[in-house]
């Protein structure tokens, strides 16, 4: 039976809920809701009935005890629910996530939901259709967990346009590179410490790859820029082919090594990337250890802003569906959602060519240690103007052959990606490097 969650005494009609997905963050909410629901009722300006709680499997043990009746298996029974105002959608991936969600919205529930990949993939998409029906989502808890990202990008600086997007948006990723610089372990042993303390899934392939963050980007850079740039549009890399070594070099040079989303104007058009980036140790994002996410914001009125939290987790993120719920029972998502026009997906910049992206870099070869191979390389990255602004190479070892090969480590003065690669392919030929050449960008 449906239960509403508050013991005060009210005269207005309590505010009929569901949860699709009883996972970690759906049993979180669940918890808050109970356990707190004379402050959320007070806060959304009435009761809270949670009326049903959708789970693939009723017999599996769970962490809450909910009333009985509130369970059960069958999506159905909140989809034919008139009474059912709400949908808390939790369930991820993109099928059956996206029929589900239309057909809440088709049978008149305005939605909450977490699933970035869905919006990611489908967003204009299903905010069109939540429009036609005169319904609204809300996806506060889809980016950076309990950091209240959404919400400042789309309303406390809607006053600004955003000129600049640079985060850490993968707890994951950051507690395995926090691991490498901190321990001093390889990326496959920091890792295995990740899924243990379960940071980290079993197949951990959609963060340590750069995708989870990239699908995060491209939410954050349609609120803040009116344009939908599809995944396949901008470089992604991870972190999953980090060398130790790399980021030893990066602290000998004075910076740390963060898998940084980026998007931003230059121009009148945007640069958007997700790469692992070497940055200052001295700057704020540098100073995100474990499995916290943050998020620095640049906006044309206001300057520069600072948001950091923890980006995953069952309460952080149930925190942000819960500030989506109370938004919407109060009628300020449904405001937020129409003056957004999320809908539109006509788009107000042009993606800047990766070839004309500048930037600094940090570059690793491998080299025989001979006369005159730095002074080859340094011809060969002058002919295509990328100045060299120091090096490291540290002694060699001394070899019965005298056939040694040794890192040399080069850092570069602003270039452009069309340079470097058009570099990379002169370098390749020198039989005096053998692979793989490693480039990775500098923030600044």
Known sequence: MPVTLSNATSPISPLSIAIVGMGTVGTGVAK???EQSERIARRAGRPIQLRHAVVNDLKKPREIELPPGILTDNVRRVIDDRETQIAIHLVGGIHPAKEIMISLLESGKDVVTANKALLCEHGPELFARARELGRSIAFEAAVAGGIPIIATVSQCMAGNQITSISGILNGTTNFILTEMIQRDQSYAVALRRAQELG????DPTMDVDGTDAAQKLVILTQLAFGTKVKLDAFPRRGIDKLDLGDIRYAAELGYTVKLLAVSKLVGNRLEVHVSPTLVKKESPLAQVHGAFNAVALTGDVVGDTWYSGRGAGQLPTASAVLA??????????QLTFERLGLWNIEPQFELLPQAET????YLRFNIEDRPHVLADIADVLGRHDISIASVIQHEAPETASGDS????VIMTHKTTAGHLDAARLELAQLTTLRPPLVELPVAG
Do not use: H
């Not at 940071?199 to 079993?202: I, K, L, N």
């Not at 500048?358 to 870099?361: D, F, I, V």
């Not at 090969?405 to 040399?408: D, G, K, S």
């Open 32 to 34: 808050v809701l109970l």
């Open 199 to 202: 940071y980290a899934e079993a």
């Open 324 to 333: 989506d719920l109370i938004d919407m029972a109060v009628g300020r998502a």
């Open 358 to 361: 500048s930037c600094r870099y």
């Open 405 to 408: 090969f040794v890192p040399l």
